[in-house]
Nanobody, 125 residues
Framework: QVQLDESGGGLVQAGNSLRLSCAASGGTLSTYVMGWFRQAPGKEREFVAAIRWSDGHTVYADSVKGRFTISRDSAKNTVPLQMNSLKPEDTAVYYC??????????????????WGQGTQVTVSS
């Protein structure tokens, strides 16, 4: 099983950018689907974006489409999430998740097997 470690969170003003990173250890990601989710206070965890490592196919939540970009770095075994044009409603704890198998890019959190501890993103207005 892979272990996941998120980094890059912080406090930023609306309209600015942040780049999160998910570092994986304990295995190669070539047969995984990697996802980013977020959870705001008092709300359920929601899907943000996901990428199938084998072919780079990506899926985004409508709320972040055109602003966020998920990618993969094979050399570093990381999954960056570039977040541009941030809004106060993007404030949440962001989690990285891994789903084993060359399979569909899922948006349901229950489809993922491994999770990181999360990193806080706060966007001020």
């Amino acid at each position: 099983q892979v272990q996941l470690d998120e980094s890059g969170g912080g406090l930023v003003q609306a309209g600015n950018s942040l780049r999160l990173s998910c570092a994986a250890s304990g295995g190669t990601l070539s047969t995984y689907v990697m996802g980013w989710f977020r959870q705001a206070p008092g709300k359920e965890r929601e899907f943000v974006a996901a990428i199938r490592w084998s072919d780079g196919h990506t899926v985004y939540a409508d709320s972040v489409k055109g602003r966020f970009t998920i990618s993969r770095d094979s050399a570093k075994n990381t999954v960056p999430l570039q977040m541009n044009s941030l809004k106060p409603e993007d404030t949440a704890v962001y989690y990285c998740a891994a789903r084993k198998g060359i399979t569909a890019v899922a948006a349901r959190s229950s489809s993922y097997d491994n999770w990181g501890q999360g990193t806080q993103v706060t966007v001020s207005s």
